[in-house]
């Protein structure tokens, strides 16, 4: 297993062990993502998945957020993607996009690993749920994106980045570099 996909299941583990934990009613839920309820959350991060194992150039498919359901079909979502990591051939085959060229595992890697391990947190705080994200992959997630601080702002992307407390614990000076800290009630910190 290559460190791209052990990285991958740890941070979908994490995903899923927070989807199982969804309680029925709390799908219509409000999230730290504005405008967007627990479905809606639950359904972009399928979606993604489902984009990026079509090699970015996935059909339009249906709203995952319409999706009967959802814990079904995340678990198909995941399931592919393991595979297709486990498969070198896969792994290694170039893909297209806005991301091109790139192989297929370094895109998952960058924009699936990060993506799915911030909403991770996203969901976990929507819904009351244990919040601490696999260090490894936050300081390999905080890593890639602090040099594209500007180009992650704006419309569709993270929010302005905060100043985290003195002494914050590496995942949340990621969190805090990602707009999210506003919606914290409390930071974590490392010993001094």
């Not at 460190?3 to 730290?32: H, K, M, N, Q």
């Not at 819904?127 to 040099?147: K, M, S």
């Not at 985290?164 to 010993?191: C, I, K, M, N, V």
């Amino acid at each position: 297993m290559t460190e791209v996909a052990e990285r991958y299941a740890r941070v979908a583990d994490g995903f899923s062990a927070c989807v199982a934990g969804i309680a029925d009613l709390a799908w219509t839920g409000l999230t730290p993502c504005a405008e967007w309820t627990v479905r809606d959350l639950v359904g972009h991060v399928v979606s993604v998945h489902r984009h990026v194992a079509g090699g970015m150039h996935a059909p339009e498919l249906p709203a995952p957020a319409t999706d009967p359901d959802l814990r079904e079909a995340w678990a198909v979502a995941t399931a592919e993607m393991r595979g297709a990591l486990a498969d070198p051939a896969r792994a290694r085959a170039p893909v297209g996009g806005r991301f091109a060229p790139m192989p297929f595992e370094d895109l998952v890697g960058r924009l699936l690993c990060i993506d799915t391990l911030v909403h991770t947190w996203d969901l976990a705080r929507a819904t009351g749920q244990p919040e601490g994200l696999d260090p490894v992959a936050v300081t390999v997630a905080f890593d890639a994106i602090r040099p594209a601080d500007d180009a992650i702002r704006g419309a569709g992307g993270y929010g302005p980045k905060l100043e985290p407390p003195p002494r914050a614990d590496e995942q949340t000076r990621f969190l805090y570099f990602l707009g999210r800290a506003s919606r914290s009630a409390h930071a974590r910190t490392e010993s001094p």
